[in-house]
């Protein structure tokens, strides 16, 4: 069945209060989901033992979070396409307050591991919100509030480790996850009550075959990514990983292109603006996740090395925090240069804003004040990039299929930050000073990883030149307004 949906007009009054609280909700449950992802580290160094475990299998409360989201966003997010975007979110958030429930009622490690799976699941909140968004909101608000959206995932995990570190310094580490449910709930009360069910949809059958062969192909990259350091990089399991990721990807790619109603569409993923968009989100990902390894441990490391600040992990915390609110208050920036120029001009001046501000880091890394100036330049370019990204990817994609292309793109993102974490572990391993019989990181490890982050912000900017050059986000989105069509299934 199709149907003509116009996107409503913001006439003002009751319209423009109703879109605005849309906007609010949407962000606030990115904001939560955003913050499971730095909920556990304030307790990991003692996660051995709280759960009466060896480090190395309470490392798995992290990966396996990381896992369950990187299958679980493309999946949600065609899902949400096929079936309804905001039913899919409130599937989410409701996996969310299972996962935490489960995490703050457990005591050994294989609920935890299993709990920190279930959280993962929710990962796809931000991509579906971004999507309702497109479907119900004015042209002229959804630059900016798509922007704001997509920045919920920075500033959710650079306001989570201060809360997070202030509520494990006073209460039992059980709190961290009952806080993270409660938070759960509010959401979906506040989703429940003022998101609407687009209309907007494809239908058709799910490609379970497809889900299956993404999921192992994923899993098998990421996992050899995150634990290849631990496993060594010449081991038999992790090149064995590799192996498998490559020709199951291979093998998936060519089934999606032959099957009728694909999981993900790789002709539609291979049109030059989302395949460029996503190129350069893998390295903007890689970028943004390079200042949250680097600026905690330069804070924490003792002033004996010469280098280090000697802070308290909320100390480290509350430096981090003012990145989340300046990405908060570029979000409206990005959208605006968006409207003028275009998504691609915003996305590359994000890239150059976030190589500036490691070049800041690299000689001003001795003062506290140094590091959360070099955080809110790092933070301004993210969200620059992160309100461009969302746009170029709707600017290129049929209404029925946004849901699905953002979760992908928020898949490469990801994708980044774990090849971020890799190699910046392996410098810091490799490059170190010893101080009281511990090998600590370099100086000089500290400074190369700045120079790799600011190298992938540039090859960022380089990889977004060849974006098209396209119309300003408004009025592209505003074109196909009049005859957007679906098939409601």
């Known amino acids: 069945m199709s149907d003509v949906l116009p996107r409503p007009a913001d006439t003002g009054g009751p319209a423009v209060e109703r879109s605005g609280a849309v906007v609010a909700v949407l962000a606030f449950a990115g904001i939560v989901v955003s913050l499971m992802q730095t909920l556990v580290i304030p307790i990991v160094p003692e996660l051995p033992k709280l759960l009466d475990a060896p480090a190395s299998d309470t490392a798995w ?15 949600v997010g065609r899902l949400g396409d096929m ?8 599937v989410s958030v409701v996996l969310l307050i299972s996962g935490s429930v489960i995490c703050a009622l457990s005591d050994t ?42 920045a919920s995932l920075g500033v959710g995990g650079a306001l989570g480790l201060p809360t ?26 506040l989703v429940s009550l003022f998101v609407p069910e687009s209309a907007v949809r494809t239908g058709g059958r799910f490609d379970l075959v497809g889900g299956i062969g993404m999921a192992v192909g994923l899993i098998s990259l990421l996992l050899a990514i995150s ?54 989100s893998i390295a903007i990902g890689f970028s943004m996740f390079a200042m949250s390894l680097v600026l905690p441990q330069l804070l924490q490391l003792p002033t004996q090395t010469g280098f280090g600040l000697g802070k308290s992990l909320l100390t480290a915390g509350l430096v981090m925090a003012p990145s989340g609110l300046v990405m908060m208050v570029f979000a409206p920036v990005s959208a605006a240069v968006s409207r003028a120029k275009g998504p691609k001009v915003t996305l590359m001046i994000g890239a150059l804003i976030v190589a500036s501000g490691y070049g800041l880091n690299i000689v001003l890394m001795s003062e ?25 990817i709707m600017g290129a994609v049929d209404p029925s299929e946004t849901a699905a292309a953002n979760s992908l793109n928020t898949l ?23 101080l009281g019989g511990y090998a600590l990181p370099s100086e000089t490890g500290f400074k190369v990883v700045m120079s790799i982050g600011a190298g992938a912000a540039l090859l960022a900017f380089v990889v977004a030149s060849f974006i098209p050059r396209r119309r300003p986000v408004t009025a592209a989105a505003s074109a196909p307004a009049a005859t957007e069509t679906s098939s409601v299934g």
Not at 110 to 129: C, E, K, S
């Open 61 to 75: 409360a992290v990966t396996a979070t990381l896992l369950a989201a990187a299958v679980a966003t493309p999946v």
């Open 83 to 90: 079936f309804g975007k905001r039913r899919m979110l409130l």
């Open 109 to 150: 490690l294989v609920p935890m591991i299993v709990g920190r799976a279930v959280q993962g699941l929710a990962a796809a909140v931000v991509p579906l919100g971004i999507s309702i968004m497109r479907d119900e909101l004015p042209a002229e608000r959804l630059a900016g509030s798509t922007a704001l959206m997509s």
């Open 164 to 189: 997070a570190a202030l509520i494990a310094d006073h209460f039992d580490w059980h709190v961290l996850f009952w806080a993270s449910a409660c938070l759960g709930v509010v959401a979906l009360v």
């Open 227 to 280: 634990k290849g350091a631990d496993w060594g990089w010449t081991s038999g399991t992790t090149l064995g990983l590799f192996a498998v990721a490559v020709l199951v990807l291979v093998a998936w790619g060519f089934f999606e292109l032959r099957t009728s109603e694909p999981l993900v569409d790789l002709r539609t993923t291979a049109r030059r603006q989302v395949l460029v968009t996503n190129l350069a």
């Open 368 to 392: 506290v004040w140094h590091l959360v100036l070099v955080s809110c330049v790092i933070g301004a370019g993210i969200g620059f990039t992160y309100g461009a990204m969302p746009a170029l």
């Open 412 to 434: 490469m993102r990801s994708i980044g930050t774990s090849v971020a974490s890799a190699i910046a572990g392996v410098i810091l391993s490799q490059m170190t000073i010893s």
